[in-house]
Structure formats: C-alpha cells, structure tokens
C-alpha cells in the first residue's frame, strides 16, 4: 500500500506543478495565447522546472504504480490512485491558494478513511495468470479508447464529455490490469504477449481521451467518468480473472473502504485538472 499511495501523491502534486508552469507559459503568451496554438504553449511549458519536475513525478508515480499492482489487488491500487486527487485539492490549497470548502475538506478526510480501511481489509494480490484471451480483451479495449478519442470531434456536445472521461478511465484501467498480466519480462516473452500491447496503447489512448475531453474546458464531469472508469471495472476484473482476495473475513471492510474512497475522490473531482 506504501508504493500505491507514493503513486498517489506523485500524480497528485504533479497535477499542480505542471498546472502552475502551465499557468506562467499563459502569462507569458499574454491573453491572446501567443503564436502556435497549444503546441506553442506546450514547448513554453517545458521550458519551466515545474512543468519537467511535474513530468519526472508522473514516471516516478507510474513506476510506483507498478511496484504496488505486482503485490496487492487492482481494486486497492485503483482507489489509491483515484485518491490523488485529495493530494492535488491539499496541495493546490498549499501552492495556487485555492480554497477549499468544508465540504472538500471532508472529502479528503473521506478518502483518508476508505483508503485506512481498505489498508486493513486488502489481501495480497491474485495469483492466476489471466488467460490469452483476456489479455487481447484488454487491448480490444485499448483500441477501442484510442478510436473514441480520435473520433471525439464527432461525438455531440452533450454528454461529450462524460464519454469520453469514462473512456479515459478505461484506457488507464488497462494499464491497470495489463501490468498484471505481463509477468515474463524477457524480450521474446514481451514481444510476443498481447498485454505489452495493450499497457501502451491502453495509455495513449487514455491521455488522448481525457485531453479531448477537457479542450473546452470541462474539469468536473471527464474526471468523475476516469475515477469510475479506472477503479471499477478493473477491481472486478481482478476479483473474478486474476483472484485477488481480501483478508479472511474483511471483505465487508474491502467493500465498504472501496466504496468510500472512491465516492470522496468524485467529490474532489474539479481537482483532476491543473486547477483554474
């Protein structure tokens, strides 16, 4: 649980980093954005420590990520990384002064309480393999995102944006369950398993969705869509396909901690993007 709440805690203040670099690349583009579009204010954005220090947190928190999915089940590591966004709302309260409500502050204490909770209930993770056939679902599925998010210009207006955050949740919910699935790292063994596959695209194409997803703007209904996408349908997969059990009794507790921990990562869900 140490290195999923780690991942936590890079995603989390990586968020506000890269949102506070971003922020001075506009200030320094001026109100009308500059020359060359979101490109332009990309490249301006790397130029900051923040935006690099934001990018180096990230690969730290994926490699954490993937430390935590190779010993506890998808459902613990799923609700911890949805629980990064109580890390940005504490953290962007810190660092851009945003004010928290008390109803927020008590998200946070809410996710605090479930994540405990599942702490005490969560078991090691499954020991099966996962069959061939689940691995090429998951890159169907990767494929699948990655067409969504390249078609998002000709999804309607309205509920736009809740599609594509749950696609979004999807894509990373098979990096999730793709990390398990890999367990021969050889160079042979990963060229020829489909999860390899699907881990890389099942990513792109979750960035890819959940860009398109906020281009116009829209913070709150994208991440809500992720935090369901990428907590609940892995954490079944994991219970049903991979045997990932809790502790010997305490799977009320799993449940339970589960469900409130994810239920105050939706509250803080305005947090999911660099913070306005």
Do not use: H, K
Not at 71 to 81: E, K, N, Q, T
Not at 130 to 153: E, H, I, K, N, P
Not at 206 to 231: N, W
Not at 238 to 256: I, Y
């Amino acid at each position: 649980m140490v290195c999923a709440l780690g991942a936590a805690v890079c995603f989390g203040t990586a968020t506000v980093l890269q949102a506070m670099a971003t922020r001075a690349a506009v200030d320094v583009a001026g109100a009308g954005g500059g020359p060359g579009g979101d490109a332009a204010l990309l490249l301006r954005a790397l130029r900051q420590w923040r935006y690099i220090a934001g990018l180096a947190l990230d690969g730290l928190g994926f490699l954490f990520q993937i430390a935590a999915l190779r010993s506890l089940p998808i459902y613990a590591v799923g609700a911890a990384l949805a629980a990064s966004l109580a890390v940005t709302a504490v953290v962007a309260a810190r660092l851009l002064r945003v004010r928290l409500s008390g109803v927020e502050w008590a998200a946070v204490g809410v996710v605090c309480a479930g994540l405990g909770m599942l702490g005490l209930a969560s078991g090691t993770e499954g020991e099966q393999a996962g069959s061939d056939a689940l691995r090429y679902a998951m890159l169907a599925t990767g494929v699948g995102v990655l067409v969504l998010g390249l078609l998002s210009g000709r999804l309607p207006e309205r509920g736009r944006g809740l599609v594509l955050g749950l696609a979004a949740g999807f894509g990373f919910g098979v990096v999730e369950v793709s990390v398990r699935l890999v367990d021969d790292v050889s160079v042979g063994a990963l060229v020829g398993n489909a999860a390899v596959y699907a881990l890389v695209v099942g990513g792109a194409a979750a960035f890819l969705a959940l860009t398109s997803a906020l281009q116009r703007g829209a913070v709150t209904v994208p991440t809500a869509g992720m935090v369901i996408g990428e907590t609940i349908g892995p954490a079944v997969i994991g219970v049903v396909w991979l045997g990932d059990r809790t502790r010997e009794g305490l799977g009320w507790l799993a449940v339970a901690g589960f469900g409130v921990a994810v239920v105050g990562a939706l509250a803080l869900a305005r947090f999911g993007e660099a913070p306005d």
